[in-house]
């Protein structure tokens, strides 16, 4: 593997994203990194870039056609090719079920549903033309069960799931290779009070992290090894499934 294979990440420009992109960085890849954030996306591929790898920054609003079929296209104008997706844009905010809105149920299907719908849509013709790829779609311990406040979020994560498996059927046969991951408690941005709908994050962290085996919350840095693994050919006969990186949370 070398810098040929290119890997587009969305949501990059901070938290899990930017992990995510580091490591794809450092591990050879030329990077796309994008987010509705031009500026941060563009720091994150200037960090790459001087720690001696290829990126380049890119916007990209998820839930636009346009937009994505933009970024898709200005990555294949520079890099000639489209090797891997990584689907990480994402949106959550804790909301009890009897307070939420149509507008709170819309905007995060919009985004962690649709967002990865039209990722995907637009880059697997491209895959199965060159006849292989691989997409790594982030999903959630809220993607494999459901949990108080976060109705909303568990059935967008369930949906990405559900696309994987599907995808990973249809497109197999061409070569391309589609996996969640799906992860437990990261201290990010989206750890934050107003996300979590408390005053207290790091009081929920610990009561979750309580309730794992290995007793630890996980990190950005974890996240993005398991990312790597799933595009490298060290993976190359696992698709269709959602890799819980979760500290044996739901085992």
């Not at 039209?118 to 790594?136: D, F, N, S, Y």
Request: glycine residues 14%; charged residues 20%.
């Amino acid at each position: 593997m070398g810098s040929s294979r290119t890997v587009i990440v969305t949501g990059a420009a901070e938290g899990l994203g930017r992990a995510i992109a580091g490591r794809l960085g450092a591990d050879g890849y030329s990077v796309v990194v994008t987010d509705l954030k031009l500026a941060g996306a563009q720091e994150v591929a200037e960090d790459i870039v001087g720690r001696g790898g290829a990126a380049i920054g890119l916007e990209l609003d998820v839930t636009d056609a346009g937009s994505v079929r933009a970024a898709i296209d200005r990555s294949i104008e520079v890099y000639g090719a489209v090797f891997g997706l990584v689907n990480n844009a994402g949106i959550a905010r804790a909301t009890r079920f009897v307070d939420m809105t149509e507008a709170d149920w819309d905007s995060v299907q919009l985004v962690n549903s649709k967002g990865t719908f039209l990722t995907c849509r637009h880059v697997v013709p491209h895959m199965i033309a060159q006849g292989e790829g691989v997409i790594v779609n982030m999903s959630s311990i809220g993607g494999r069960d459901g949990f108080a406040n976060w109705a909303h979020y568990n059935a967008s994560k369930h949906a990405v799931i559900g696309l994987t498996r599907a995808l990973a059927r249809e497109i197999g046969p061409d070569g391309v290779r589609v996996n969640a991951v799906c992860p437990g408690a990261i201290r990010t941005q989206m750890w934050g009070a107003e996300a979590q709908g408390t005053d207290d994050p790091d009081a929920a962290l610990a009561a979750m992290v309580a309730n794992m085996p290995l007793r630890r919350a996980q990190t950005p840095g974890e996240i993005a090894g398991a990312v790597a693994f799933l595009l490298s050919d060290d993976a190359y006969s696992i698709t269709g499934q959602s890799l819980g990186v979760d500290g044996g949370l739901l085992t």
